[in-house]
């Protein structure tokens, strides 16, 4: 289970004997009275991109200035490389961040800017040159090492805020919605190209944002805050196909909720606003526990006809409303029971019985039993 | 249309105002002071010759410009009192404004790094002295600083010297004087520039490897380099003309500039002697004045 959905086949956190980089013990951190990381514990692996995601105020950011010594933890621990942490301030941590304002020295230049890490290490002036040059000329900077921030463009200041954590070479590389300040497009090129950076240097990341595609594209793994908790990490894969609760489900993506109980067959929920909904597979609850039923709307198909009948879940609706997106059509339909769903529709050409379904006609809603996820809290 | 050229017409008269003040309270009492510094003092009124007669016609303006002379530019050389007398005031300007940085430089970052709610407060207590007359309060150090005073009654209490020091007509007694008057100006500008810097970068700087004190001079100082400049040019500039703290505290063997004037006006009714003395000190001042008008350009390009 733990290596679904995993990329590039790399996955040290279903080894039976982790050996992680980053370890978080039961980690708390308060502000006047409210927690804002609440008994945390991770692990985070060398080599891996680690994605904090969360709606803001849930405590990402307060986890990642506790890993960078910008705030000390009430208790728990912070170990690096199996050193605690606590006594050793920012300035020695072997971890740096990329700070989500860029945090730029306006009063000096770009190669300053950059080389500003490596003269606090007192490295001979001819290795810092060299070292910044070839971190310039990486992130396509070599033209720009005279100007000053302020005569930057936003996607430039980005780069050179990445290009200064990452030329002291950390064994931890923290980024605070590295790309929350660009526009759409540049922030989709600039993805995989921290992707790409990650992986040459074979440097641990862990990145920190509210934008759930980000996360899922970059991350090895994501995990998934609310609160000061951890909801869930896992895979980005895993976590929206098998997501371990009601709130993990919704928070990913779109989802169509039921509440029901369990049948007594196991493998089908009862008293839904739906009816009865199959499942595959072995739910972990006593028959007639309650439980939830998520279905993504992506995972339904829509037809005129009725089905022939097989083991799929099959629903007859009425459609209220259509949003056109360009690459598909989300569908909001009505059940005969009056129960509201959405069904996302790819529009990859004309389908076979004509026309899209439009307004007020009459559809039927067909996923198989394993789209059906069964939740348990 | 009409509008836009009403409108271009009140736009030019809001430039135009400040140029005509300037004209009207700077250019043109300087241009008489220039004038007085070029004439001979005599017993008369006004005491100087030559008065520019125009009832006498072109003959009375060609004697006139004939009549004035660089007379007394050449006796501010040939007077040591008075070299020595710009350099003291110098001396002292720049003495005062370094304790004044020193001082209002820490002063400034407690300031801007209070909870922003109490950082109106300290604004208003910094300036708080200003409510009371400057005169009162020299008054008041020179009450402070007597001998039987205040100061020295501490002092001797807490055996810290054995006889009651002599502060008053003595150069400390004017660095004590200065610097306590001219505090908010060097505070003030101070706490503008320390205000606005992001706390963020410090941060930075502590994560790619800074200490505190490092941090402080390669990220802080720098910044605040706007303020630091016009504090200390706020400071620098009146301190050179200060007249009532040196002639109040301090002592008579070596005037500052200010009380120089004032003895060649008032002592020796000497206008033109004045004058010129008041001439050349404000060629002195309008050097910084320059050398930050250009500074001040080039922080204001790299903001």
């Known amino acids: ?377 | 249309m009409k509008r836009q050229r009403e409108e271009s017409f009140w736009r030019t008269l809001a430039v135009r105002i400040p140029y005509a003040w300037l004209l009207a309270f700077f250019l043109v009492p300087f241009l008489i002071v220039l004038k007085m510094s070029l004439s001979q003092t005599t017993i008369a009124q006004p005491p100087y010759t030559p008065v520019l007669d125009l009832a006498a016609g072109w003959q009375g303006i060609e004697a006139f410009f004939a009549a004035l002379s660089f007379d007394n530019y050449v006796l501010l050389g040939s007077d040591p009192l008075y070299l020595l007398s710009y350099l003291k005031s110098v001396e002292i300007a720049a003495f005062s404004t370094l304790i004044l940085l020193v001082i209002g430089y820490p002063i400034a970052y407690a300031i801007a790094r209070t909870p922003r709610r109490w950082q109106a407060v300290l604004v208003v207590l910094t300036v708080l002295p200003f409510w009371t007359s400057l005169l009162i309060r020299i008054y008041a150090w020179m009450n402070i600083l007597e001998r039987d005073g205040p100061l020295n009654q501490v002092l001797v209490a807490l055996r810290i010297v054995s006889e009651p020091p002599v502060w008053l007509a003595t150069d400390t007694a004017t660095y004590i004087g200065i610097v306590y008057s001219y505090l908010p100006f060097m505070v003030l500008p101070l706490y503008a520039t320390l205000e606005k810097m992001d706390e963020t970068l410090l941060e930075a700087a502590a994560d790619l490897g800074c200490r505190r004190w490092r941090a402080f001079w390669r990220v802080t100082f720098p910044l605040s380099a706007s303020g630091v400049l016009a504090g200390t040019l706020l400071c620098f500039i009146p301190i050179v003309g200060e007249f009532v703290i040196p002639d109040l505290l301090g002592g008579s063997q070596s005037p500052m500039i200010g009380q120089t004037i004032w003895t060649e006006f008032f002592g020796n009714k000497d206008w033109p002697a004045a004058s010129a003395v008041a001439v050349v000190l404000v060629c002195l001042l309008v050097t910084p004045i320059l050398v930050y008008q250009h500074q001040a350009m080039r922080l204001a390009r790299r903001d």
């Open chain 1, 1 to 377: 289970m733990g290596t679904v959905g995993a990329k590039r086949g790399f996955a040290p956190w279903a080894d039976p004997n982790p050996r992680p980089l980053l370890r978080l013990e039961a980690v708390t951190k308060g502000f006047g009275g409210a927690a804002a990381v609440d008994h945390l514990s991770l692990d985070v692996f060398e080599g891996e991109f680690f994605a904090l995601l969360g709606p803001s105020g849930c405590g990402k950011t307060t986890l990642l200035r506790l890993i960078a010594g910008f705030e000390r933890p009430d208790t728990g621990r912070v170990i690096l490389d199996g050193v605690d942490l606590a006594p050793v301030p920012p300035y020695r941590r072997p971890v740096n961040m990329m700070f989500q304002s860029y945090a730029l020295f306006p009063h000096l230049n770009v190669e300053a800017n950059v080389a500003f890490g490596l003269k606090q290490e007192r490295l001979p002036r001819r290795e810092i040159g060299q070292r910044v040059a070839d971190m310039l000329a990486m992130l396509k900077l070599e033209n720009f090492g005279r100007r000053k921030p302020h005569e930057l463009s936003g996607g430039q200041r980005q780069r050179v805020a990445l290009a200064r954590s990452l030329v002291k070479r950390p064994r931890l590389l923290l980024l605070d919605e590295p790309l929350a300040a660009l526009d759409k497009k540049l922030r989709g090129e600039t993805q995989f190209e921290l992707m790409e950076i990650q992986r040459r240097l074979g440097l641990t990341f862990v990145i920190v944002t509210h934008d759930q595609s980000e996360a899922m594209t970059l991350a090895d793994r994501i995990g998934v805050m609310d609160r000061g908790r951890l909801m869930q990490v896992a895979p980005p894969a895993e976590i929206y196909e098998q997501p371990n609760s009601r709130w993990v489900a919704d928070f990913i993506g779109d989802v169509n909720l039921f509440e029901g109980r369990l049948g007594d067959d196991g493998s089908s929920i009862e008293g839904t606003a739906a009816g009865r909904l199959r499942t595959a597979g072995k739910v972990d609850a006593e028959p007639g526990a309650p439980v939830w039923a998520a279905v993504r709307p992506e995972k339904i198909a829509m037809t005129r006809q009725p089905p022939a009948s097989s083991g799929d879940n099959c629903l007859a609706a009425t459609v209220v409303d259509i949003g056109y997106l360009g690459d598909m059509s989300l569908y909001k339909v009505r059940l005969a029971g009056g129960a509201q769903m959405k069904a996302a529709i790819a529009n990859i050409g004309r389908r076979p019985d004509g026309e899209a379904p439009a307004f007020d006609e009459e559809v039927w809603l067909i996923w198989p039993p394993e789209a059906t996820i069964v939740l348990t809290r």
